[in-house]
């Protein structure tokens, strides 16, 4: 095993640092949180031209349109795009982390012409409409129902915690086509364009005060049969595909920017005198080695998704402790900021000793409460971990 870089990995590594540093000063500033519209057009046009450099889609297959890099290259890729600070992928994160990968694994040859370059390219976004008022944990509970008449599938029914809904072109939907009673066996994946008659968006705000989720209604809204993915009643396989990539690979690069958080906590907690007490010390030591930890297992998920096609199962260790170690972070962050973290603004000028601000803090730890509970809760991760991965009894 050479456990070092090769010549073409510098290269890579190299050439992307300089592409980096040439462009991201010429974005345009990062639009108000709330502003939706804005939002997706910054998103998608730093899609865009990582698009027209040959960055797009780094870990898509090539003949999805993606870049096809090695897992090693997919890493890199992230290292410094973190290292950069270059924006996320924003409003893309369906269409780019899991229902593209889903359609470039399961989708036949007209659907991966169709829907994977227009994701690629930044022109259209994507949501999930999996969860529903009455399945989310339970999710093969749904019961929006879907209707064969000729070509379409005619689509009542309701979703809910639907992120990004109000800006996006497509989602990606689990409905019913088979009798309630079938629970797994009767569910089917379809790609519904979101300008469709009948279909409304309510908009639900969340304690971070932003509507990046709502409820959408569905009252006899046609979906051509053309943008079924696999078979009619066969839905359950292909989501087990999607939230595989949700919830193994989808969320890689947060673990770099986690420890990143971690070295300013560290640096704030030596600057506010905290680096005194042991328990401190203790805490941010342990966070430090569950996040190296974390991204081993994130580069054990990207190796296995190169090999496999898929990152498998064992993406909900990921996510459970992603989240979980996420949330002591933010926890820390808010020991860390004491009254300051009663504030949503910031209360101090940037002084030039650190770049961490309250509202950062209050905003991660805000955010991270969501965590445990978004892709599945903490506790179905490890219901799967007992039963599927480690073969305990129900
Ligand atoms: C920020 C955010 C964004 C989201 N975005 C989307 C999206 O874009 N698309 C989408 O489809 N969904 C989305 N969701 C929804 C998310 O998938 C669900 O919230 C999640 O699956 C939990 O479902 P629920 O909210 O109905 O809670 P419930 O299923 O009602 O669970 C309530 C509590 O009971 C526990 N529980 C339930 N069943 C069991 C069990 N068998 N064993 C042990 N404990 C159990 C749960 O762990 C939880 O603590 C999002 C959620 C959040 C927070």
Redesign the pocket.
């Known amino acids: 095993m050479d456990l070092r870089y090769s010549k073409s990995e510098e290269e890579f590594r190299a050439e992307l640092r300089a592409w980096l540093a040439d462009v991201l000063p010429k974005l345009p500033p990062r639009p108000d949180m709330t502003d939706w519209r804005a939002r997706r057009a910054f998103d998608t046009t730093w899609q865009r031209m990582l698009y027209d450099a040959g960055y797009a889609g780094i870990d898509w297959p090539t003949d999805g349109g993606g870049r096809g890099a090695s897992p090693v290259e997919q890493l890199i890729y992230l290292e410094e795009l973190e290292r950069a600070h270059a924006p996320y992928v924003g409003v893309n994160f ?1 269409g780019l982390l899991h229902a593209g990968p889903t359609i470039a694994f399961e989708g036949d040859p007209d659907q991966r012409a169709r829907f994977l370059p227009p994701i690629l390219r930044g022109d259209e976004v994507w ?5 529903e ?1 009455g ?5 093969a509970a749904l019961r929006t129902k879907a209707v064969r008449d000729g070509d379409e599938y005619v689509v009542t029914g309701s ?7 109000e800006v996006a072109d497509f989602c990606e939907l689990l409905v019913r086509t088979g009798p309630e009673g079938e629970r797994h066996r009767g569910i089917t994946w379809l790609a519904m364009e979101m300008d469709r008659p009948g279909i409304e968006f309510r908009p639900l705000q ?1 304690i971070a005060g932003s509507t ?2 709502g409820q959408l209604f569905l009252d006899q809204v046609r979906v051509p049969v053309a943008n079924r993915v696999g078979d009619e009643n066969d839905g359950w396989r292909v989501a087990m595909v999607t939230l595989s990539f949700e919830r193994g690979t989808a969320f890689v690069g947060e673990v770099l920017q986690s420890m990143e958080l971690l070295s300013s906590l560290r640096a704030l907690a030596r600057r506010s005198g905290a680096w005194d007490e042991a328990e401190t010390r203790h805490r941010v030591g342990r966070l430090g080695a569950e996040l190296d930890a974390l991204w081993a297992l994130a580069r054990r998920n990207v190796s296995s998704a190169a090999r496999t096609g898929v990152p498998g199962i064992g993406g909900s260790v990921y996510k459970l402790a992603l989240s979980e170690a996420r949330q002591q972070l933010a926890d820390l962050g808010m020991d860390l900021a004491g009254g300051a973290g009663l504030s949503w603004d910031d209360l101090d000028a940037r002084d030039g000793s650190g770049p961490l601000m309250n509202r950062e803090l209050v905003s991660t730890w805000v955010h991270s409460l ?2 445990t ?8 991760q ?2 799967i971990i007992a039963e599927r991965i480690l073969g305990m009894p129900k």
């Open positions: 369906v949501c999930q409409g999996f969860s008022p399945a989310g944990s339970d999710l979703k809910i915690w639907t992120s990004h809904a969340t990046e989720f969501s965590r509970i978004a892709a599945g809760t903490s506790q179905i490890r219901n």
